[in-house]
């Protein structure tokens, strides 16, 4: 059944939310905290476990319906955007933007690096 | 017969929008096969054309939510919005699986966390490069080059004034919008093409729907890994725009 994958992405999504929004209370900040990357990891462990397969395939096309839909929704999320605002914003605005883009991208083969070298040393290591 | 239209339009406007963004998607795949050969990513145009469309949307209506503010296209608002991008987001993390986490765990820890610091920083600098000496102006704008939602957390907590929040949300925006337009073309060169580098750039960059549109135009695969980590980052932004960085910035000004 189709709506077995959804309901299980639903919840997943819900429960993420919440322990994100209670992880903010608790930290003191009106924020949600990790909240959609908890619920990536549930869905993650709820979608290898045993139990998941024993759902009918039709669970699987459930999920794989709104991941297909990924793509259109960042178009329309794009198209809402408030880029009048970010245009206007002037020099200063424009100049903190642009420079925190370049010097992250900068960051990420070296950060990478970091951990790809790290897991290359676990590896040897535990290797007999 | 206007009004007819409307009422329709009005009344099924997610449905339209699934028409609208249907058919953008078509002519976007088809100008990327026409007149670039494939080489930019159909899903890149239709992104630009998006944004595109967010800022006419914008300067006709005045509102803040880009082509969503005008009535008949009002659906994209709901399509587009938090609930269904973040339903969508997190559906991709299937079939993911949990060893290629565990894998990046510890640098997209760090990436998160040296992220928040470095934009910061980076926006901090401009502010003063630009003459301003007062930490609270500081902080917000560097606040704001961390995301759009980081500025006016920060600058509201340590009271900054309506122009400074303004101008913390202008920068965050202009950095969404440029990760969103920039990551297919840099891609390549910063070795963004593995799950592994996918979760240090969420971390890095840290804007949800920057990232989002970013790797869905470069490589689809690669989303829910940058995606994971930035749900994070906007998290610790807050955490510590208001507490760590403004008492950082108060010691030098």
Known sequence: ?128 | MIDLIESVFIRNSLVVAFAVIGVTIWLSYLLADKFTAGRVHGSAIAIALGLLAAYWGGTVTGGTKGVADITLLGGIGLMGGGMLRDFAIVSTAFGVRLSELKKAGLAGVVSIIAGVIVSFVVGAGVAIAFGYTDPIAITTIGAGAVTYIVGPVTGEAIGASGEMITLSVAAGLVKSILVMIGTPLVARSIGLDNPQSAMVFGGLMGTTSGVAAGLAATDPKLVPYGAMTATFYTGVGCLLGPSVLFFGVSLFF
Do not use: H
């Open chain 1, 1 to 128: 059944m189709l709506i077995y994958g959804v309901a299980l992405l639903a919840t997943c999504l819900v429960i993420g939310m919440l322990v994100g929004q209670a992880l903010g209370a608790a930290l003191g900040i009106d924020a949600n905290v990790g909240g959609v990357g908890i619920a990536m990891l549930l869905l993650v462990i709820a979608s290898n476990s045993a139990r998941f397969k024993g759902l009918s395939s039709g669970a699987a096309q459930g999920i794989q319906f709104w991941s297909a839909m990924y793509i259109p929704i960042v178009v329309a999320m794009a198209a809402q955007q408030n880029v009048a605002a970010a245009a206007s914003g002037g020099l200063l605005a424009l100049v903190a933007g642009v420079a925190a883009v370049v010097v992250s991208f900068l960051l990420v083969p070296v950060i990478s690096k970091i951990g790809r070298s790290k897991t290359e040393t676990q590896q040897s290591g535990e290797a007999p």
